[in-house]
């Protein structure tokens, strides 16, 4: 963590629920992706809109790829460059807003096993924007895995209105929420092969 990012989340340290779900959706991708790693050690997995993931440094195996915005991606290589991980890894810049996905993707057409990861992202896309995601998604690779997490427009009225507010006076944008988030994925041609819930996952694991 820079002290750039230290001053940025401190103003959050006081929402424990909120961060104790944030470890808990992590520790159960780890988990996935792991027990796939176990199975498949050259697994090629793609994170779509990775942030700061060092999931590539910290897991035993795989072929990643790391897509996010330039500015992020120049502040991580700066920070954990790629060259430096244990497995493959590759950084790929793209604007969400204006870059085609499926361009990007074209790359790695027809190349399977595939895992896609989209941590933390959907809750801030549009629902237009997510389904342009997953239609680039599912014609470039027919038969990959996603994991994905989605927040229901209920959740969002009980529990998050004012995280979101908060985030929002910081500058930060998210995506209408919906009743059946899953339903989008689903019409995206996916076919849901486990649910869990964050929040009794949370329970479960004993984070407060």
Do not use: K, N
């Given at each position: 963590m820079t002290?750039?990012?230290d001053?940025?989340?401190?103003r959050f340290k006081r929402f424990k629920g909120p961060n104790a779900s944030n470890v808990t959706r992590h520790r159960l991708i780890d988990d996935w992706l792991r027990d796939r790693l176990r199975n498949t050690p050259d697994l090629r997995i793609?994170?779509?809109g990775a942030g700061f993931d060092t999931r590539a440094f910290r897991l035993a195996g795989g072929r990643w790829i790391e897509f996010d915005q330039p500015a992020n991606i120049t502040v991580k290589e700066a920070a954990?460059?790629?060259s430096?991980?244990?497995n493959s890894l590759q950084r790929i810049a793209i604007d969400f807003a204006t870059g085609l996905l499926a361009e990007r993707l074209a790359p790695w057409v027809g190349e399977k096993p595939i895992t896609v990861v989209i941590e933390g992202v959907a809750t801030y896309l549009r629902q237009a924007e997510l389904r342009r995601t997953l239609d680039a998604l599912?014609?470039?690779?027919?038969k990959h895995v996603l994991?994905?997490?989605?927040?229901t427009a209920k959740f969002v009225r009980l529990y998050s209105g004012w995280l979101r507010r908060w985030v929002e006076e910081m500058g930060g944008r998210f995506g209408e929420a919906v009743d059946d988030p899953a339903g989008t994925v689903i019409d995206a041609g996916y076919r849901q092969l486990v649910q869990v819930s964050i929040i009794e996952k949370a329970r479960e694991l004993g984070a407060s």
């Open positions: 002290a750039e990012a001053a940025v989340f401190a793609i994170l779509l954990l460059p790629a430096g991980a244990p599912v014609r470039t690779f027919p994991i994905c997490d989605l927040m």
